[in-house]
């Protein structure tokens, strides 16, 4: 039986490309409205063309950690579709590479801000908005974090850290919002997105010895699982984070 989710809304956060994007086409293809966000609006522009025009995506640009942002795209989602289903937490940030200690404080606290806390503030104000009411009952949540989060990477410290608090927000959350809202997380090795890029560009041969797939990511590896976790077939299942990571992990260490 395929997945459908008629009738459901989806806010679904950094959109206009990349993994977020997917998510979204793919939650559209599965029978969703969504209620894309991210920076820039002429991507975002573009991405819903791409998702069917107005009468199955809206778009709103601003930053994912600002609170008034939040509120314009939860209240925007309740006026033009009456409801909030579902939302996927997928903007993240990693402006910084390399050893840890060279981190400057502001910009650990603006990785932490707009992947974990913003996640937590979204999640507060969907909630807060009707989300797993018996107006959209079975409501649940994806967060997206990253094997960054489950490992020592040398590179992505701050960035890992984040992604270990996401997963962990996840646990608490799913324990905390039953039985009404279900919180999961997926946890990607590296998908080829812009994002990315900077772990694969110019070696990506020599990474993908070490996946037992023998490939990196795309994308669509990513938003069929969070459609499932979104879906009632995952109507058991919260507080947990799948790995997808063409078994990068099963190497060990990154």
Partial sequence: MSITHE?????????????????????VADGARVVITARGPEALAEAVEVLGGPSRAL????HADDP??????????????????FLVNNAGINPSYGP?????????????????????????????????????????????ASIAGMAATGLLGWYAVS???????????????GPDVRVNAVAPGVVKTVFAEALYEGREEKIVKRYPLKRLGVPEDISGTVS?????????MTGRTLVIDGG???????
């Fill in 100 to 144: 840890m200690l060279e981190t400057d404080i502001d910009e650990a606290r603006k990785i932490l801000e707009v992947n974990v806390l913003s996640a937590f503030s979204w999640t507060q104000k969907v909630v807060k908005a009707g989300l797993g009411t018996t107006e959209a009952p079975g409501g649940a949540i994806v967060n997206v």
């Fill in 228 to 236: 499932f976790l979104l879906s009632g077939d995952a109507s058991w």
């Fill in 68 to 85: 008034e942002h939040q509120g314009e795209v939860v209240s925007a989602a309740l006026d033009t579709f009456g409801r909030i289903d």
């Fill in 163 to 177: 992604k270990a608090a996401l997963i962990h927000l996840t646990t608490e959350l799913g324990y905390q919002l």
């Fill in 59 to 62: 778009a709103f640009a601003g």
């Fill in 7 to 27: 009738n459901k809304v989806a806010i679904v956060t950094g959109a206009s490309r990349g993994i977020g994007l997917a998510i979204a086409r793919r939650l």
């Fill in 248 to 254: 990068a992990l099963l190497a060990g260490p990154m």
